[in-house]
T-cell receptor, first 111, second 115 residues
Framework: GDSVTQMEGPVTLSEEAFLTINCTYT??????LFWYVQYPGEGLQLLLK?????DKGSNKGFEATYRKETTSFHLEKGSVQVSDSAVYFC??????????FGKGTKLSVKP | GAVVSQHPSWVICKSGTSVKIECRSL??????MFWYRQFPKQSLMLMAT?????????EQGVEKDKFLINHASLTLSTLTVTSAHPEDSSFYIC???????????FGPGTRLLVL
């Protein structure tokens, strides 16, 4: 069945460092892909999404490109801030309309 | 984004008791509600899908008689864990579907610990 694999955390970076969180997927067809973020004590929030191959989703300085050839949707940010500390989930839309998630990657950014 | 509340945020209970978790979509009506759970170091896994006024559809391996879902209104859904056991300890998250936006929103989750 469909699945999502993302890099294990936790990831600890200094402020202004470059961030990459890897995400690969297995799916039939070309489902929409998402990155969700969960800040401490809050629900998951949609960070960005891409609905077809070569689409680039972007929001709040984060970017991810839907790569059909490598079945990947890596999350990147050029300069992280302390406020970016959160858990990040890669996901794809399943056949029932539900989301299929990766395990989540915890990011901690130190000042 | 839309606001979703979930109550309680933390529950500690004895084995054999039942626990009810409420999920409310505060500023939109949700015809469809997804319930997920997350065990430590695992992905969020879909437990069941419910549509307002209909019986929920459960994923394979999820006992429908143990996890009772009531989606009686477009703004409220409840998940009741009946006769909870330690292996039910998990993080439960509701996710109403905002149909118009084709977007799922998420509650903050309920952490259940069964002793």
């Amino acid at each position: 069945g469909d699945s999502v694999t993302q890099m294990e955390g936790p990831v600890t970076l200094s402020e202004e460092a470059f961030l990459t969180i890897n995400c690969t997927y297995t799916a039939t067809g070309y489902p929409s892909l998402f990155w969700y973020v969960q800040y401490p004590g809050e629900g998951l929030q949609l960070l960005l999404k891409a609905t077809k191959a070569d689409d680039k989703g972007s929001n709040k300085g984060f970017e991810a490109t839907y790569r059909k050839e490598t079945t990947s949707f890596h999350l990147e940010k050029g300069s992280v801030q302390v406020s970016d500390s959160a858990v990040y989930f890669c996901a794809l839309i399943g056949s029932q309309g539900n989301l299929i998630f990766g395990k989540g990657t915890k990011l901690s950014v130190k000042p | 984004g839309a606001v979703v509340s979930q109550h309680p945020s933390w529950v500690i209970c004895k084995s054999g008791t039942s626990v009810k978790i409420e999920c409310r979509s505060l500023d939109f009506q949700a015809t469809t509600m997804f319930w997920y759970r997350q065990f430590p170091k695992q992905s969020l896994m879909l437990m069941a899908t419910s549509n307002e006024g209909s019986k929920a559809t459960y994923e394979q391996g999820v006992e429908k008689d143990k996890f009772l879902i009531n989606h009686a209104s477009l703004t409220l859904s409840t998940l009741t864990v009946t006769s909870a056991h330690p292996e039910d300890s998990s993080f439960y998250i509701c996710s109403p579907l905002y149909t118009t936006q084709e977007t799922q929103y998420f509650g903050p989750g309920t952490r259940l610990l069964v002793l």
